[in-house]
């Protein structure tokens, strides 16, 4: 296959290095022209280009998967919503007759639930976080440049849950030992993937999935916050978890504890995808052999 990432972040990183590995041609978006000539040296053919910048993206190549998988930066003087909208819409106005195949990542916050529900695919779309509005409303922007421009576009939506893995556990780790209490209430259930796993799986949705198709990505087993992080503080050696509900940040992701179960009973049937990571406990184990600690 011919794939084109946007936004090789945390997951669109983890998916290039795999489809490079398996033969595949990889193009990649970057704002970095360092970056660029990193990826090259990998055998990644870079494009540097801005999906808040129209002009920036007039000659992307025919290829046969788009990845879609931008992230808001923490960083960036670009308002949350306007990268996850306006960068959408710039960059399906490039990609227009040019791929056979649109995989975009999107998130399981577009589900609200807060008693502990199971939720699946046929679920209704609520979100009850700004994040999780954000999401819904760029999944309904693809939906309708498919329904127009789009026409001829296979298009599958992967909702993902929370991405762990390989360095992505360090502020947890230095607050655990610290004896810092966590935002958010201990007894909420996380839904989880682990990094590798969600790169895998996009990759195969981009492979198998049906037109128009929706594929919620989560390993196996729901976990308390509590649970999670008490395991984690095992393998750390660190004090047993604390919780505050009431402190900073405990409103957003997954610390506002939503409290639902996501079932991830389609991608393991009709994908037949089987996570790598089945569960929490052989994904901490990973990625803390994996991360500088």
């Known amino acids: 296959m011919r794939v084109l990432i946007f936004g090789c972040g945390y997951l669109g990183r983890r998916a290039a290095e795999y489809l490079h590995a398996d033969g595949h041609t990889v193009y990649a978006v970057t704002r970095s022209f360092p ?47 306007d ?11 490039a990609i227009s007759g040019t ?16 008693q502990g529900e199971v939720i699946n695919e046929e679920s209704p779309a609520e979100p009850e976080t700004e994040s999780g509005r954000i999401c819904l409303e760029a999944e309904r922007t693809l939906i309708r440049w498919r329904d127009a421009d789009g026409r001829g576009t296979a298009t599958v939506f992967l909702r993902l849950a929370g991405l762990y893995g390989p360095d992505r556990l360090l502020t947890r780790i230095g607050q ?24 895998r799986l996009a990759i195969k949705s981009a492979r198998i999935g049906r037109d128009q198709s929706l594929y919620l990505g989560s390993d196996n087993e ?34 506002k504890g939503l409290n639902k179960r996501c079932d991830n009973h389609r991608i393991r049937h009709e994908l037949d995808f089987r996570c790598a990571f089945p569960t929490y406990r052989e994904g901490l184990a990973d990625a803390l052999a994996r991360t500088l600690v």
């Open 176 to 199: 655990l030992r610290e004896g810092v209490p966590l935002a958010g209430d201990g007894e909420a259930w996380l839904n989880l993937i682990h990094r590798d796993d969600a790169a």
């Open 83 to 93: 990268l996850a909208i306006m960068g959408l819409e710039n960059s399906l106005r």
């Open 222 to 255: 729901p976990v308390r916050r509590r649970d999670f992080y008490g395991r984690l503080a095992e393998l750390t050696d660190s004090p047993p978890p604390t919780f505050d509900p009431a402190a900073a940040g405990s409103d957003r992701g997954s610390a």
């Open 35 to 81: 970056r660029a000539a990193g990826w090259e040296s990998r055998g990644w053919r870079p494009i540097v280009a801005d999906v808040m910048r129209p002009e920036s993206l007039a000659a992307l190549p025919m290829v046969d998967v788009v990845l879609y998988a931008v992230a808001a930066d923490r960083d960036s003087p670009v308002p949350k919503r």
């Open 99 to 114: 791929c056979a195949c649109v995989v975009f990542i999107s998130s399981t916050s577009v589900y609200g639930c807060s």
